[in-house]
C-alpha cells in the first residue's frame, strides 16, 4: 500500500486505541464522571469517523460502501478538514458533498 496515507492510518490506529482506554476508564467510574467520560468518548468518536471517512474518500472507497447506515448524518466540513491534509483541493467541502450523496449502485 502506498506511504502517502501512512500517517492517516497511524492516526487512525491511535485513536482506536485511545477509544479503548476511554471505554475502559468509563467503566470504573460512576455518576457525573463516567457521564462526562461517555460525552468525551461520543465527541472523540464523531472525530474518529470524520478522519476514517476521509481516508475511504481519498482511497475512491464509495460512501455507500463504507456506511450502509448510519443515524447521524456525517459532517462535510469535518471530513474537508482532513482531505485538506492530504490532497490539494479547491474547494474539499463540495467534494465531500458530493462524495456523501454519491452511490455506485
Not at 490506529?13 to 468509563?26: N, T, Y
Not at 470524520?50 to 475512491?60: C, D, E, K, P, V
Not at 483541493?89 to 467534494?95: I, K, N, Q, Y
Amino acid at each position: 500500500m502506498s506511504r502517502k496515507y501512512e500517517t492517516l492510518r497511524t492516526t487512525i490506529k491511535e485513536r482506536q486505541a485511545e477509544s479503548r482506554r476511554l471505554g475502559e476508564a468509563i467503566h470504573r467510574v460512576t455518576g457525573l464522571e463516567r457521564h462526562a467520560l461517555r460525552l468525551e468518548k461520543r465527541n472523540f468518536g464523531d472525530a474518529t469517523r470524520s478522519i476514517l471517512l476521509a481516508y475511504a474518500m481519498l482511497r475512491g472507497v464509495a460512501y455507500e460502501r463504507v456506511e450502509r447506515t448510519c443515524v447521524r448524518a456525517a459532517s462535510p466540513s469535518a471530513i474537508a478538514d482532513v482531505v485538506r491534509q492530504y490532497a490539494a483541493s479547491e474547494d474539499a467541502v463540495e467534494e465531500v458533498k458530493r462524495w456523501l450523496r454519491s452511490s455506485s449502485s
